[in-house]
Nanobody, 122 residues
Framework: QVQLVQSGGGLVQAGGSLRLSCVAS????????MAWFRQAPGQEREFVAR????????RYADSVKGRFTVSRVNAKNTVYLQMNSLKPEDTARYYC???????????????WGQGTQVTVSS
């Protein structure tokens, strides 16, 4: 079992920045692909970004490319999502996820954080 605990998020004005963190504990040996998803009220959960086990490879949704950066520090079992130039349409609950292989779909990810709210005001 792997537990994911998120922190960060909150309320920010458009154009501002926030950083989300996600710390993994439990059976993290071997590492996992880590990803971030988000879900706005009334909408389906959507892929935001993912990072490979080593951190060498990252992928982003087109809507956040150039504004968001995903990174990880394996020695700390932590993954980050740096969000810059935030827009009101980025408002959602953000979730980190851990899985065995890279995917832009939620299904392969076995473990999920509790979610953290990001609200961007215009």
């Amino acid at each position: 079992q792997v537990q994911l605990v998120q922190s960060g998020g909150g309320l920010v004005q458009a154009g501002g920045s926030l950083r989300l963190s996600c710390v993994a504990s439990g059976r993290t040996n071997g590492g996992y692909v880590m990803a971030w998803f988000r879900q706005a009220p009334g909408q389906e959960r959507e892929f935001v970004a993912r990072i490979s086990r080593s951190g060498d490879t990252t992928r982003y949704a087109d809507s956040v490319k150039g504004r968001f950066t995903v990174s990880r520090v394996n020695a700390k079992n932590t993954v980050y999502l740096q969000m810059n130039s935030l827009k009101p349409e980025d408002t959602a609950r953000y979730y980190c996820a851990a899985g065995p292989y890279e995917s832009g779909f939620a299904t392969p990810y076995n473990y999920w954080g509790q979610g953290t709210q990001v609200t961007v005001s215009s």
